[in-house]
């Protein structure tokens, strides 16, 4: 469907360029005329084709909403054949019964699994809202949970490629139908964000909870959750979206230890 617009879009200007050499074929001046009509006729053709095709690049700024039709001609498809039948283009469309703020990570989750792989390069503002530095929304609400910058929004969307696939730590949780806000809450992560032990231990229970399961059979001292270095941040070891390490391993080279998440 780009080819489609992109196309309409070059037809647009070939018309325009041959009225415009036929009419005026020898006078220079008037083709500079002609040539800035094309430019004019361009830039009134961009925000109705152009933009409005290519929901794969970031505009860096609000917009009207672009249409899942690009890309899913019948929205039905793409959805369970128990789902109830659905009519409209744009994630207004699905707000009213999946209301914001109300309980439903299934839905938000599939939604950035199925869009947010990188290789797919569908843009956050196919159905959110977002102005540099003011506001990210929320589809269906004027409520911004975020105000990130351009540069801020190249780090949350490589943090987010790393959930929405490969193999780190935020993957694994992707995979058990895990999203952002079950780790950093319902605003957009910054950049430098982190997750307290209290958010990982509400799901996986106590430091003892952790030794006891990863207790080694054959050396049971050398346990990464129960060692002379105490109850340190988890994140010392689990990182989400970058490879985890081990930090033990930093002098005891000797030890065999692996961790989930890590290279
Ligand atoms: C730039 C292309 C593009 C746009 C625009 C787009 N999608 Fe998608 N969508 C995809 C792709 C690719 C998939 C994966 C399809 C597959 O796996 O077969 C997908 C999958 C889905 C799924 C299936 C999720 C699942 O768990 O199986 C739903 C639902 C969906 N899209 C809804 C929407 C809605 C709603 C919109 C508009 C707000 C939208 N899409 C806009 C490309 C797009
Ligand atoms: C008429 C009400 C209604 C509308 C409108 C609606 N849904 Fe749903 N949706 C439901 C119900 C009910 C369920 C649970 C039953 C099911 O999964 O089939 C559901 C479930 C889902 C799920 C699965 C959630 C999970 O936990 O796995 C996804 C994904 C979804 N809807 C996407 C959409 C999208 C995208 C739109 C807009 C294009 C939309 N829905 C519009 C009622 C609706
Ligand atoms: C296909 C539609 C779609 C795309 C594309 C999309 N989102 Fe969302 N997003 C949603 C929906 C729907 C919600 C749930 C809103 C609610 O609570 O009703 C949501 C919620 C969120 C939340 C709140 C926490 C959560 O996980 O529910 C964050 C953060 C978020 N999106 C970030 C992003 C970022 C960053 C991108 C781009 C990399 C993105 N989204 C792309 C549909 C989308
Ligand atoms: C909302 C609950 C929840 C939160 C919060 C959470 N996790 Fe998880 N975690 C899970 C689930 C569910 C899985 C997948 C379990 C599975 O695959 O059986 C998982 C998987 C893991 C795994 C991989 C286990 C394996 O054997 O592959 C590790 C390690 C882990 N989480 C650590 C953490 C850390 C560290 C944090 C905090 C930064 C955290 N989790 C936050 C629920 C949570
Ligand atoms: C010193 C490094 C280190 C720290 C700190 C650490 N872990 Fe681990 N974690 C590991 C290693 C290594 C494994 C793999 C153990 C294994 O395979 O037996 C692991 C495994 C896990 C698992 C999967 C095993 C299971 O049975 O659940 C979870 C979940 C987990 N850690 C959560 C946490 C949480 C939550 C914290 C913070 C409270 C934490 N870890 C702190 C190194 C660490
Ligand atoms: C399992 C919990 C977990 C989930 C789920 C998760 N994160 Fe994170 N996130 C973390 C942890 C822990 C850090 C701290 C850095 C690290 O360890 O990788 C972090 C850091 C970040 C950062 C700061 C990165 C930087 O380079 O400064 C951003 C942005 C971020 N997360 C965005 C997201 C987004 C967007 C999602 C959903 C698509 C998400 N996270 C899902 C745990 C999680
Ligand atoms: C900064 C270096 C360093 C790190 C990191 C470190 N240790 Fe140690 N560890 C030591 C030193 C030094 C000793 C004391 C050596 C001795 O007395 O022979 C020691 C002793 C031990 C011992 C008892 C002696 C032995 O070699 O069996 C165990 C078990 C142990 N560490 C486990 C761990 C575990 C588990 C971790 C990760 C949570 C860890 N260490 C991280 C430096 C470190």
Redesign the pocket.
């Known amino acids: 469907m780009l080819l489609a617009k992109t196309t309409k879009g070059k037809n647009l200007e070939t018309r325009c360029m041959r009225q415009s050499i036929r009419k005026r074929e020898t006078e220079g001046f008037m083709r500079r005329q002609a040539l800035l009509s094309v430019l004019l006729l361009f830039l009134v053709a961009c925000p109705l084709g152009v933009l409005g095709a290519s929901p794969n690049k970031e505009a860096g700024g609000m917009r009207g909403k672009p249409s899942c039709m690009e890309c899913h001609p019948d929205i039905s498809a793409v959805l369970s054949s128990s789902h109830p039948k659905v009519a409209g283009k744009t994630i207004d469309s699905c707000t009213s019964c999946h209301r914001a703020g109300k309980e439903h990570d299934g839905y938000s989750v599939r939604l950035h699994r199925a869009h947010g792989d990188p290789a797919r390069n569908v843009a956050c503002t196919v159905c959110h809202a977002w102005s540099p530095g003011k506001s990210f929304f929320l589809p269906a609400t004027r409520i911004s949970i975020g105000a990130p910058s351009k540069d801020d929004m190249q780090i949350v969307r490589k943090a987010f490629a790393t959930w929405a696939s490969g193999s780190y730590l935020a993957a694994l949780h992707q995979k058990g139908n895990i999203g952002c806000s079950q780790c950093h809450g319902k605003q957009l992560p910054k950049p430098d964000d982190t997750v307290e032990n209290g958010v990982c231990c509400n799901c996986h229970g106590s430091y003892e909870d952790l030794a006891k399961r990863t207790m080694p059979i054959d050396?049971k001292?050398?346990?990464?959750?129960?060692?002379?270095?105490g109850q340190?941040a988890c994140t010392v070891?689990h990182n989400a979206h970058t490879p985890s390490k081990?930090?033990?391993?930093?002098?005891?080279s000797?030890?065999k230890?692996t961790i989930p998440g890590g290279r």
């Open positions: 050396f001292d050398r346990n990464p959750h129960n060692s002379h270095y340190i070891c081990v930090l033990c391993l930093d002098c005891h000797n030890f230890m």
